[in-house]
């Protein structure tokens, strides 16, 4: 029995100055808080000094829904204009002038794909603008590839 009662007493004695340690801490963090609350309320706030600093400058760009292109718009674009005929000379010299086969393996048949999805490209925009061209073209049949 009395043993028992010096480890209950030995135990609330423990937990007493573990509760005391955690009161300090308390009241340690309380008046740090209250040291650099005074230190900051004793700052002044810095002046917005309009002559040195430029105004901000820049470019909003605003985004809205368009239609989309049509058979008529790629000649619009690429036929009829000087600079779009010039633009797509160039795209069709630079991906469809070479062969989209290449010899090998796995990656070469991933880059004869990969080719041949670049002359596609430049193959979609033909089609867009010899469907206009075509005598027969209606804008109400249109249908997107």
Same mark, same amino acid.
């Given at each position: ?20 340690? %955690? ?116 804008? %109400? ?5």
């Amino acid at each position: 029995m009395i043993i028992s009662v010096a480890v209950l007493l030995i135990v609330v004695l423990i937990l007493a100055v573990g509760w005391w340690n %955690e009161v300090n801490k308390n009241q340690e963090l309380k008046s740090q808080i209250e040291k650099y609350q005074d230190e900051l309320s004793e700052r002044p706030l810095p002046e917005a000094n309009k002559e040195s600093e430029p105004d901000e400058v820049g470019t909003f760009v605003k985004t809205r829904m368009s239609r989309p292109a049509t058979p008529e718009t790629y000649r619009n674009v690429f036929d009829l204009d000087v600079n779009g005929q010039r633009i797509l000379a160039h795209l069709a010299h630079m991906y469809t002038t070479k062969s989209t086969y290449v010899r090998g393996g796995h990656d070469a048949e991933r880059e004869s794909c990969f080719r041949a999805g670049q002359a596609d490209v430049v193959g979609f925009i033909y089609r867009q603008i010899n469907k206009v061209n075509d005598p027969n073209y209606k804008q %109400e049949d249109e249908v997107n590839d």
